[in-house]
Every structure is written in C-alpha cells, then in structure tokens.
C-alpha cells in the first residue's frame, strides 16, 4: 500500500503564496512513471485537479490556476505545489494523489484558506 502526507497548507492573504509538499511511502514502491496529481475540494464542488505531473514528465494545469500554480516532482515519491497570486477562490482542501498502475492513492488533504 502507499501512503500519502501532505503539508505546508495554511492562512495566507489574498495575493499571497503557499508551498504545498507531498511525500509517499509505503510497501508499494512508487516510480516516476507513476502519475502525480494535487485535486482541490471547496465548498460547494466537488474535488477537482489543479495541477498533474505525468509519468513522463509532462504537466497539466486547470485553468484557473495556470500561470500561478507550479507543480515540481523532486523525486519519485515527492512532490511540490507552488502557489503564487493566491486567491479567495483558492481556498479548499489540497489532496496529493498517485496513480500507481490504475490504482489511485490519496492523501488526508490540507487545508488552504485564502482571505480577501
């Protein structure tokens, strides 16, 4: 199984910035070819990706976080969300997730509020 901590969630000002960091371990190995995602759950919608790190390196982003949002693998099992230009609509629960094979892993998620 792989388990999955998230951190760095937190308080911040509207136009601040965060860094979220995600580290998995387990008795199931992860590779770089194993997909890594950070989702977002906020009130009133349903979990959402903000932000993929493919197995081959290459990322995808949700719109509405393009240009603000950088998602950086430092290894197989880690990986970074780096949050600039923080909105109010930002605000949620960040979840790491991994796709090891077809079977997805989550984190417990950590929260993000941004104030306006």
Same mark, same amino acid.
């Given at each position: 199984?792989?388990?999955?901590?998230?951190?760095?969630?937190?308080?911040?000002?509207?136009?601040?910035?965060? #860094?979220?960091?995600?580290?998995?371990?387990?008795?199931?190995?992860?590779? #770089?070819?194993?997909?890594?995602?950070?989702?977002?759950?906020?009130?009133?919608?349903?979990?959402?990706?903000?932000?993929?790190?493919?197995?081959?390196?290459?990322?995808?982003?949700?719109?509405?976080?393009?240009?603000?949002?950088?998602?950086?693998?430092?290894?197989?099992?880690?990986?970074?969300?780096?949050?600039?230009?923080?909105?109010?609509?930002?605000?949620?629960?960040?979840?790491? #997730?991994?796709?090891?094979?077809?079977?997805?892993?989550?984190?417990?998620?950590?929260?993000?509020?941004?104030?306006?």
């Amino acid at each position: 199984q792989v388990q999955l901590v998230e951190s760095g969630g937190g308080l911040v000002q509207a136009g601040g910035s965060l #860094n979220l960091s995600c580290v998995a371990s387990g008795s199931a190995t992860i590779y #770089n070819i194993n997909p890594m995602a950070w989702y977002r759950q906020t009130p009133g919608k349903g979990r959402e990706m903000v932000a993929l790190h493919t197995g081959r390196g290459a990322t995808t982003y949700a719109e509405s976080v393009k240009g603000r949002f950088t998602i950086a693998r430092a290894s197989a099992a880690k990986i970074g969300l780096y949050m600039i230009s923080l909105q109010p609509d930002d605000t949620g629960v960040y979840y790491c #997730n991994v796709d090891r094979f077809g079977t997805h892993f989550w984190g417990q998620g950590t929260q993000v509020t941004v104030s306006s």
